[in-house]
């Protein structure tokens, strides 16, 4: 199992930075591929990053690439989201995921563990 704790939420003005933070307990999470997510209200849950085990191979979808940076530092079993150039549409609920294996994917239902999910706000 795979527990996984997200802070560094907040109320950020447009153009502001925020970093969350994804603390993780349990077996081989240091093995395991890293997702950020996010859900805003009365949307869907949709992938914003992901990182490899060895923090290598990143992935990010077009509507947050060059803005937000993933990374891990698998000695402290945390993976981290820099996001930049915050836009008031990037608030949502921001979760981050794990799954075993190598492969870096997209796809929420192929993540095994989640957060409880850490707020982010964006004022215009």
């Known amino acids: 199992q795979v527990q996984l704790e997200e802070s560094g939420g907040g109320l950020v003005q447009a153009g502001g930075s925020l970093r969350l933070s994804c603390a993780a307990s349990g077996r081989a999470y240091s093995n395991s591929i890293a997702g950020w997510f996010r859900q805003a209200p009365g949307k869907e849950r949709v992938f914003v990053a992901g990182?490899?085990?060895?923090?290598?191979?990143?992935y990010y979808p077009d509507s947050v690439k060059g803005r937000f940076t993933i990374s891990r530092d698998n000695a402290k079993n945390t993976v981290y989201l820099q996001m930049n150039s915050l836009k008031p549409e990037d608030t949502a609920i921001y979760y981050c995921?794990?799954?075993?294996?190598?492969?870096?994917?997209?796809?929420?239902?192929?993540?095994?563990?989640w957060g409880q999910g850490t707020q982010v706000t964006v004022s215009s």
């Open positions: 990182i490899d085990w060895s923090g290598t191979n990143t």
């Open positions: 995921a794990a799954r075993h294996g190598r492969l870096l994917t997209v796809e929420r239902i192929s993540y095994e563990y």
